[in-house]
């Protein structure tokens, strides 16, 4: 069975420009949620969708948007770039809303802003 | 918000030698994880352990949720262990988010 999965891996971009990743959950699994890594640092939530619905929203601007689609793939947006938004970006796929409910992470995508 | 903080920071170890990384939490948790983070960054899952002990081959986890801690166990590693291995929680009534420590970094020597 495949797992979860991001594209792109990696993506270049410059300041003031937007994004968009792509992540689709392990089939079946229901929850989808957004990490973001800078270096040396542990993952930051950004934001959780549930059955399309957002579930939970972490620290983060109003720059960053997210939706999920009806087959449980999800995007996540960021407007407006900042060099600061260099990170790796995780996503993570879960069956149910739960909390107790074991979490499973694609590859990620590596994101430079230049 | 929940704090978690894992020791030690970083750590080296000779190939064949144990290890015991700890990760300790500051408030009550409904979900415990810990991962492994390979070198391209690839977090892969070591164990799901709100509470209890599992073992998986060379690796294994204790979770205390009374006294707030959980501990991951290597044993005979081996330098595929290198990499960051974190530790996350969920906690709090309606929360769905994990709360990452700043990770151990092991490396491993032959």
New interface residues.
Partial sequence: DAGVTQSPTHLIKTRGQQVTLRCSPISGHK?V?W?Q?VLG?????IF?Y?EKEE??R?NFPDRFSARQFPNYSSELNVNALLLGDSA?Y?C?SSFG?T???????G??T?LTVV | GIQVEQSPPDLILQEGANSTLRCNFSDSVNNLQWFHQNPWGQLINLFYIPSGTKQNGRLSATTVATERYSLLYISSSQTTDSGVYFCAVISGAGSYQLTFGKGTKLSVIP
Avoid: I, K, M
């Avoid at chain 1, 640092?41 to 939530?45: E, I, K, N, V, W």
């Avoid at chain 1, 909390?99 to 992470?105: G, Q, R, S, W």
């Fill in positions: 929850s949620s990490y890594q640092q542990g993952p930051q939530f959780q549930y579930r939970g972490g790796l995780l993570a809303g909390v107790n409910t074991e979490a499973f992470f590859q990620g590596r």
